[in-house]
């Protein structure tokens, strides 16, 4: 090769590289931007697009709204969740609005939500729907055949037996979370499918939760039953026609009320994994979207 066919062959091979290095750039640039904007915060304005159309005909709002992970942070014990202060004002404004009905559906013991969120005026569903408190202090509890319920304190003996440290049973009366959030990580899988034996031998359902498992019974209700009977209690049969309905929630149980709500509501699922499969509406990454979520909402019905 002479000398000027080495040199342009040398620079040619110069251009491939810088071309390759910026496509390189310009993939990992995109890719960055992408999951950023998968990740990223919806504002005001975003909830215009979801909800603007939506209730548009004035029809009543009815917010129903989930506890952990949806209105306060996931937190190392449930007793350490709290709601932060915007969110509290948020929600304590929209509690006393006439124009909207609230509801709040927890997986916790229904006298345990209500004081978390400590309002009156809001009808409180716990035990995952099981048991319905309203502001007249009435309380409606789903029955459990007796075959099921006989059961309860039995497995929770034999859940006892398998708890060490780090894992813990939080006993609700008629469900139960087991908890192993505060186990080593590699101790997990080992936990959740001992647990998941000693419920499922007992007969209950066994769901995954957050760092938990949580022990239902197997009758016909869950969180989207109990958000049908709570709409059809407050508004009469006829709410899928006369009412707005919005929901959010980040864990599986809450699918149900996705489920019950396609169609004739908007859902929201909290999660920051933009793959995770879900009926809800829309996703949105976390608790501070929810806040975002109840100042639209404030602002209005404001007037
Ligand atoms: O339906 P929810 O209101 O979302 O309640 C679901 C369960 O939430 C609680 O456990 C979860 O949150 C705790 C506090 O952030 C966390 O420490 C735990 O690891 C999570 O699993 C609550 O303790 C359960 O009773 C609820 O069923």
Not at 127 to 150: F, K
Not at 209 to 222: D, G, L
Not at 243 to 249: D, E, I, L, P, S
Not at 282 to 294: E, H, K, W
Request: glycine content about 6%.
């Amino acid at each position: 090769m002479d000398r000027q066919s080495q040199r342009s062959f040398k620079s040619t091979l110069s251009r491939i590289v810088i071309s390759l290095v910026l496509i390189v750039h310009v993939a990992s640039c995109f890719e960055l931007a992408l999951q950023l904007s998968l990740k990223m915060e919806p504002t005001l304005v975003d909830f215009d697009k979801y909800l603007e159309n939506f209730i548009a005909d004035n029809k009543n709002l009815a917010l129903l709204l989930d506890y952990d992970g949806t209105l306060a942070p996931i937190a190392p014990h449930p007793n350490l969740t709290h709601m932060t202060d915007e969110t509290k004002s948020a929600l304590n404004r929209i509690a006393d609005n006439s124009r909207i009905f609230t509801a709040v559906i927890s997986g916790r013991g229904v006298d345990d939500v209500k004081a978390k969120i400590g309002l009156n005026g809001v009808v409180y569903a716990g035990n995952h729907g099981l048991e319905i408190l309203y502001p007249n202090s009435t309380r409606y509890n789903q029955e459990i055949p007796g075959s099921v319920s006989g059961n309860y304190d039995k497995m929770v003996k034999e859940l006892e037996k398998i708890t060490r440290s780090g894992s813990w049973i939080e006993n609700k009366g008629v469900s139960l979370t087991f908890h192993y959030r505060a186990m080593a990580e590699d101790q997990h899988d080992m936990i959740r499918d001992e647990a998941k034996f000693i419920i499922e031998g007992f007969g209950y359902r066994a769901n995954q939760a957050h760092c938990a498992i949580e022990a239902k019974p197997p009758v016909h209700w869950h969180k989207g039953k109990a958000a049908e009977y709570i709409l059809s209690h407050n508004f009469g049969e006829e709410w899928r026609s006369t009412t707005k309905v919005v929901f959010a929630g980040d864990d599986t149980t809450d699918e149900d009320v996705c489920e019950i709500l396609k169609g004739v509501g908007v859902t929201f699922r909290v999660t920051a994994d933009p793959n995770l499969p879900t009926k809800a509406t829309y996703r949105v990454p976390s608790t501070r979207s929810i806040t975002t979520l109840l100042n639209w909402i404030d602002q209005k019905f404001s007037n």
